[in-house]
């Protein structure tokens, strides 16, 4: 039996929460060869920390909680090309194959609906987990020509900081 899961809406002074599920949750990369070590002042962590402090403010942000009411898992939204985009998704370690980041995906596809017909992502193509996880729940690979110029520029940031650059994807779910 899966444990229940809450997901709520993450208040902005849970920003270290936010952060420390998502450290967490970076862990698994490196089951996949890649090792995510940007030191907490790399210009990349400043800009995504920025973003996520942002969206914690204006209320796009959903933490998931256990029984015991501890943070297991994170969805930070905003917007990129004024499209709805779901900026980041982390679980717990410990906690991955519960559900978690199905309800909270699924948290995210209502934020979506109310300002978009659409979510849009970012992610690694290869890792196991990641790619065929949102595959599963409706998003589909965009080509590189159909981004628009803000996410161009969002994904030429991540490439030019993280590993294994010409990994990253852009995916979409329609949602009308």
Known sequence: MRPSILIRRARADEFPTVIAVDDDATRRYATGGLILGLHPEHPFVLAERGRWARSLAAGDAFIAEDADRRATGIAVLAR???EPYLDQ???RLESVGQGIGTALLTRAFDWARERGAGLWLNTYGHLPWNRPFYERRGFV????????????????????????????????????
Request: charged share 30%.
């Open 80 to 82: 990129v090309d004024g």
């Open 89 to 91: 998704l982390s679980v």
């Open 141 to 176: 690979l965009v080509e590189e020509s159909a981004w628009r110029a803000e996410m161009r520029a969002f994904v030429d940031e991540q490439r030019a900081s993280l590993p294994m650059p010409e990994q990253r994807v852009v995916m979409f779910r329609p949602l009308r």
